[in-house]
């Protein structure tokens, strides 16, 4: 579960994360370490990544990883999802190259840990991200990958993709993902975090 640490202005916020070699999260004024990841979580943004880089290229997508953190205009926050997409340049807040506003689609490796505020509080906001057009959430001790999709207005509909045999579609990137890829090498352990 995330630890709250303590209250903060922004400025405070940003002083706490680039002090330290670890990752914070700014919720409406709350300053949250995240937990550390387990080899199975390392390995499958790896591989999202890899994935990532032979489909969509370097052209015209930046692909960010969990150091860049998301902006959130109302309630004001800063998140650090595993991987998300934007196309490029990419718009960041001011003075701030590692802040992007503007993501397409976001990824969430789940743990125990961090499950419930993943698919709760955290997508919450990130439905406050007027770029946003999917969230997809994946888990660590299946082979099974949730997706969101932005409909019109703000409503928002989720699939499933279960099983090394399936292709999970990422429509606003015109990309099929072939679960066994993002799986490669992956061992299923049922007592990990």
Known sequence: MPTLIARHTVEQYYDVEYSSDL????????????DCESANHNDIVM???GAAFNILGRDYHRISLGRIRLKVAEPRSYLHPDLSIAPKPGEYEPDRS????NPQVVFEVLSSSTEKNDRGLKFELYQQIPSLDEYLLISQEEALVERFVRRRGRRWSGERYEGLQSEVTIATLKWKLPLSELYADIEFRHDQD
């Open 98 to 101: 590692d802040t992007l506003c």
């Open 23 to 34: 990752r914070y999260e700014y919720i409406d004024g709350q300053t949250i370490e995240m």
């Open 47 to 49: 591989n999202l990544l």
